[in-house]
């Protein structure tokens, strides 16, 4: 399998790590680290260097709670950084749901589109909707994630019923709705979206049953990095835990949840702590070669 994008086809035989990219001060764990074009391109080049195969840059924060972005602010965040990181030779992903703003990154040299929104965007008098967008691009790639609600509802009133099942039905049908315009399924990729509108309980359930996203024929992408129901499980407070101890005292978690997703099938893990997730990775994958040897 692979994953075709603008400029890059992505083996998925094997997991790929997604270097997280924060052009944000207001993101969950790390907002405001990369306030500078200087400082965002660094990380950038610190990710790759730590092992990153593919870049994911973000503009505005997606946290519960969040307040809208827009497009004008989200683009002067995000073009001067996604401008240097095109240069870098990987793929680059732009963590965004506007329509306006993923036309601009795609015309910017961008690979891959990764919504929080699976592309339900609609048209607007000066631009085409989310879907059109994509589609009309003759190759990028895009993720579709499940989202429950909106970012500044969905924990308010998370998902209630069988999750899987949801999540499941929501990810075909928004991936068929795209094939139908011209999308060639190698070009998505789909993510069942774990803390978007889901309990702890829930996103567990996710982890552990994630096989289950697998006869969809699509690549998964799974995003588990210091989210707060890795905070639930260890006790730090959760989604009320300090900034600093979300980034210092999840990362064990966060490397434990990306090699289990990836166990569970999944093709590419979205990772803030790419050197320790890419070691981990890489003990998991000598141990299945041993294994597959007999």
């Not at 499940?146 to 499941?168: A, E, F, I, K, N």
């Not at 994630?210 to 890795?230: C, Y």
């Not at 099938?265 to 050197?275: E, F, K, N, S, W």
């Amino acid at each position: 399998m692979y994953w075709q994008t603008s400029r890059f086809q992505i083996d998925l035989t094997r997991p790929r790590v997604m270097g997280i990219v924060n052009i944000t001060p207001d993101s969950f764990s790390d907002g405001g680290l990369n306030a500078t074009t200087r400082d965002a391109v660094a990380c950038c080049e610190r990710l790759l260097a730590d092992g990153a195969h593919m870049l994911d840059l973000g503009a505005e924060s997606t946290r519960p709670g969040a307040p809208p972005l827009s497009r004008q602010q989200e683009l002067a965040r995000l073009l001067p950084v996604l401008c240097e990181a095109v240069k870098l030779g990987v793929p680059v992903s732009v963590d965004t749901y506007k329509p306006a703003v993923m036309r601009a990154a795609l015309d910017s040299g961008a690979d891959i589109i990764n919504d929080i929104w699976a592309l339900r965007q609609p048209a607007t008098p000066d631009c085409p909707s989310a879907q059109t967008v994509v589609a009309q691009h003759p190759q990028c790639g895009v993720c579709l994630m499940h989202m429950h609600r909106d970012p500044q509802t969905m924990q308010v009133r998370p998902m209630q019923g069988d999750v899987l099942s949801q999540v499941v039905e929501f990810l075909q049908q928004q991936s068929e709705y795209l094939q139908a315009l011209g999308v060639e399924k190698s070009r998505i990729v789909v993510d069942p979206g774990i803390g978007f509108g889901k309990s702890p309980e829930q996103n567990l359930h996710l982890l552990a049953h994630q096989r289950d996203l697998l006869p969809l024929g699509l690549g998964v992408l799974a995003g588990w990095s210091r989210k707060s129901t890795l905070g639930h499980i260890i006790g730090d407070g959760g989604a009320a835990a300090p900034r600093q101890l979300v980034a210092e005292g999840r990362l064990i978690p966060s490397v434990v949840a990306a090699v289990m997703a990836a166990q569970q099938g999944a093709h590419v893990v979205r990772v803030h702590d790419v050197r320790e997730t890419c070691q981990a990775l890489a003990v998991w994958q000598a141990v299945e070669s041993q294994r597959a040897e007999g």
